[in-house]
C-alpha cells in the first residue's frame, strides 16, 4: 500500500508516521506539508508544498489512500495571521477540499480524514457519550470548530458523488502524548483550576498512539464513515489538576477569559479565546463504534494519558 500524508510534520503526524512505516503493508509513504517533519525512513519521502497547490496532483500518481492530518490550529506561532479568518478558512476549508478533489482525480481509493469531536459541539443540552449520529454544531466564534464541521459537511456531498472513493473520518476528543499540542500542555500545566457551578462539566482525551493505532485499521479494514476516539473514563477539569498536582487554586472563570482574551490580543498565547468557553461543558463521547467496527481499544486510560502528556 501506498500512503500520502498531509500535515507530515504536525504534531499528531510525529506519532503516526513511526506506527505506519513500521508496518509492512505501508510499502511507500509520501508527506506534504509546509516544513520538513525530520523523519528519515527508506520508505518515506516529503515534499514542501503548501495542500492548496496543484503541485500536490504529481504526488498522487500510484498512491493508494491519503491520511490527511494538515490544519491549521489557530495560535501564537501565526503571528497577526491569527487575526486573519479568511486566510485560517482557506487553509482548512478550501485546503482541505482541494486536496480531496485531485484525490478522487487520481483514482485514490481511500482518504483518513481526522475531524475533531468538537464538532459536535459544547452546550448544556449535550447528552452524556455522543454517538456519532449526532447533529454537527460547533461553537460559534471557535475556528477550529467551524473549519472541521466545515469540511465534515461538504464531504457529506462529495461522498455521493464519489461513491467507490471510501472516505473515513475520525472524531478524537482532546490527543495526548508525548507530542501534545502546546496549547493543551499549557492548560494541563497551569497550577489552577476553574470555579464552575456543579454538576461539574466533564471531558474525555485519547493517546495519540491509540489514534494512529486507529488509523492504521481505518487503512487496512473496509470501513468507512465516522467514528469517535476517546478514553472510556471521563473526568473533570478539577478531577484532572488534582492527579497531575495534588493540588490546585481556584480561579473564577469569568476572571480567566479575561486573562486569555489580554494575552491573545498581546501575545497570542493560550489560543483562540473562543475555546475557553468551550471549557463550561461536557463533552464526552460514545467510543463503541470504533470497538465494534475497527476491532479498535484505548490501550491508555484518561489518567495514563494524562501522565503521557506532562
Known amino acids: 500500500m501506498k500512503v500520502l500524508v498531509t500535515g507530515c510534520a504536525s504534531h499528531l503526524a510525529r506519532a503516526c508516521l513511526p506506527v505506519l512505516l513500521d508496518d509492512p503493508r505501508i510499502h511507500h509513504i509520501s508527506g506534504i506539508d509546509l516544513k520538513p517533519s525530520g523523519v528519515s525512513h527508506g520508505k518515506y519521502r516529503e515534499h514542501l508544498l503548501d495542500i492548496r497547490s496543484n503541485d500536490i496532483a504529481q504526488h498522487l500518481a500510484g498512491i493508494d489512500a491519503i491520511i490527511h492530518l494538515a490544519f491549521v490550529v489557530n495560535n501564537g506561532n501565526l503571528g497577526k495571521q491569527r487575526f486573519d479568518r479568511d486566510y485560517i478558512r482557506s487553509v482548512n476549508v478550501e485546503g482541505s477540499k482541494h486536496v480531496f478533489e485531485l484525490a478522487a482525480k487520481q483514482g485514490v481509493r481511500t482518504i483518513i480524514h481526522l475531524s475533531s469531536a468538537i464538532v459536535y459541539g459544547m452546550a448544556k443540552d449535550n ?59 499549557a492548560l494541563l500545566r497551569q497550577p489552577c483550576h476553574f470555579m464552575f457551578n456543579d454538576p461539574q462539566p466533564l471531558t474525555q482525551c485519547v493517546s495519540e498512539v491509540d489514534v494512529a493505532t486507529a488509523i492504521m485499521q481505518g ?25 497531575l498536582r495534588g493540588y490546585s487554586l481556584p480561579l473564577p472563570f469569568a476572571l480567566a477569559k479575561q486573562i486569555h ?38 490501550k491508555l486510560n484518561l489518567f495514563e494519558c494524562l501522565d503521557a502528556a506532562v
Open 127 to 185: 447528552p452524556q457519550f455522543i454517538t456519532e449520529d449526532r447533529p454537527l454544531k460547533p461553537v460559534s466564534g471557535f475556528y477550529y470548530a467551524e473549519d472541521k464541521v466545515a469540511v465534515e459537511q461538504w464531504l457529506d456531498q462529495f461522498e455521493q458523488q464519489h461513491a467507490a472513493l471510501r472516505v473515513v473520518r475520525f472524531r478524537p476528543h482532546v490527543i495526548l502524548g508525548e507530542n501534545t499540542q502546546p496549547l493543551v500542555k
Open 261 to 298: 482574551q489580554w494575552a491573545w490580543r498581546f501575545t497570542g498565547r493560550f489560543g483562540d479565546p473562543a475555546w475557553l468557553d468551550c471549557l463550561q461543558y461536557s463533552l464526552t463521547i460514545d467510543n463503541e463504534k470504533a470497538k465494534r467496527e475497527l476491532d479498535w481499544r484505548p
Open 219 to 243: 487503512l487496512v479494514k473496509d470501513v468507512r464513515g465516522s467514528f469517535n476516539l476517546a478514553t472510556d473514563e471521563v473526568a473533570s477539569l478539577h478531577l484532572i489538576q488534582q492527579h
